[in-house]
């Protein structure tokens, strides 16, 4: 079983030079980063486009040994499943909220042989991501409305349900992450932390830091 009191800290790539993409992944697992994150935007399910299989297998390619954190933000996750996992993902993060067989696409992940995660936006409740959670390896509780970088981190309408999650996880003897993604910084991380959160995605305040190392080292400090 995973240590969910160690911190892991997902440097989103969203938020990195993409001209420069395989330095910029390199310089995030160097200053302290311990997986990637990567952002799918399909301008359906979120007012963004941002990046498909294709930018996540030249991030496989650039950094070999990395942690691909993959999150879907897409309104047919289940039709472009097994693009991202030949691209080389570690993790896939699919989202509760579109329709489609949610169960049948965790299983997929599964047997393809890697981490499955549910994402669910902030104004979700945890209530309804309650069933699936015998079949996932993360739980991923968005810290802000999906879409874009540099947004505010929502404490009071998101912290109760990482609470509720922890609680969750021990009275039902399951195993998943905790992963929260928006608006985490040096501040925010703490807050997350002592709730339970066990996995930090950060954008913002990692790649537009001036020294990123200190921006990741400030994360950890509690
Ligand atoms: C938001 C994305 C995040 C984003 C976080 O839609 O899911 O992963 O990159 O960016 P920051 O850290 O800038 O809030
Ligand atoms: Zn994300």
Not at 11 to 39: K, Y
Not at 85 to 107: F, V
Not at 175 to 203: L, P
Not at 207 to 221: H, K, S, T, Y
Request: aromatic share 8%.
């Amino acid at each position: 079983m995973p240590d969910f009191n160690q911190m892991i800290i997902a440097p989103s790539l969203l938020a990195a030079d993409w001209a420069n993409l395989g330095q910029e992944c390199r310089r995030a697992l160097a200053a302290g980063g311990d997986w990637l994150h990567l952002d799918v935007m399909d301008g359906h399910f979120v007012e963004n486009i941002s990046y498909g299989p294709t930018f996540v297998h030249h991030v496989r390619r650039s950094v070999p040994e990395a942690f691909l954190d993959v999150h879907l933000m897409i309104e047919h996750p289940d039709q472009y499943l097994q693009d991202f996992i030949d691209a080389g993902a570690n993790n896939i993060s699919i989202h509760l909220e579109p329709e489609y067989d949610t169960s049948a696409t965790l299983k997929r992940i599964h047997d393809a042989g890697i981490s499955a995660g549910l994402a669910i936006n902030p104004a979700t409740p945890l209530n309804s991501a309650e069933p699936f959670l015998d079949q996932i390896d993360l739980l991923l509780i968005m810290t802000v409305v999906p879409g874009f970088g540099g947004q505010k981190f929502m404490e009071p309408e998101t912290m109760p349900k990482v609470v509720e999650a922890c609680q969750m996880r021990s009275n039902r003897n399951l195993s998943f992450h905790i992963e929260v993604d928006g608006g985490i910084d040096g501040n925010t991380s703490g807050i997350a932390a002592r709730n339970g959160a066990n996995v930090f995605v950060a954008g913002t305040s990692v790649f537009q830091a001036e020294d990123m190392a200190a921006a990741l080292a400030a994360m950890r400090q509690d």
